[in-house]
């Protein structure tokens, strides 16, 4: 058979190997050693016919090829005893195997490369021009200093009392707990940020949550701290 090559189409001479066995349609696992070798030599003498240098590593798997042809050949001695008797071929086709699959796992690097080369970030950017300053939280403290805060009233209860558990069928709704506050808020006008948490159950504390920071944004209550450890107040805002 007739194979044409073209030169330096091959990374290393396992590679040109795999080529040779995958083109003569054999199996790996029973390689046909002294066809494969003559089509590699065919290979090395063709790059010697066109003046191209030929790699080391190149030679030295020809002289393996070789070795291996040279063993097949010769006569097998008869042993008193009956000994497995080693492939020649064995520790060629090993290497053969690994390089085919780490040759495998490469193709599949190199098409996820691609697929991720074809992926666009954006850069980031000021968002200060979206920013709606009317409905700029108006307050002296910080997102984190309430949800501090309100961890701390948590535990404050939970050391108490235990939290309520039982299922109702009234919803506890955000609209309803913002309706409460400012009921408390016009006859009080200036309460503790603990105290709009009389009930302790995880429905009513995350709507009422809610209501304060939307009231907040709303500006229909201002929160207030002192001092950095000082107690959080929630104020009716004065009428400008």
Known sequence: MNIEF???????????????IKEAKMDIMDIEIEKITKQYMDYLALQEKM????ASEYLVLASELLEIKS???LPRE????????VDPREELVNRLLEYQAY???????????SLRSEIYTKAPENIKEYIDESKEIKCDVTLDDLIEAFKKYLQRKKENEP???????????????RYDIKKMLSLKRRVSFFELFPVVSKEYVVATFLA?????????????????FSEIICEVPNEE
């Open 6 to 20: 073209k030169i330096n189409e091959f990374s290393g001479p396992l590679d040109l190997l795999l080529h040779l």
């Open 51 to 54: 003046n191209l240098e030929i």
């Open 71 to 73: 063993k097949l050949l």
């Open 78 to 85: 008869k042993l008193e005893e009956e000994v497995e008797e």
């Open 103 to 113: 040759k495998e796992i490469t193709k599949v690097l190199h098409d996820k490369e």
């Open 163 to 177: 939290l309520k558990t039982k299922v109702t069928v009234n919803e506890i709704s955000v609209s309803s707990r």
């Open 212 to 228: 304060i920071l939307e009231m907040a944004k709303d500006r229909e209550l201002i929160i207030k701290q002192d001092n950095t």
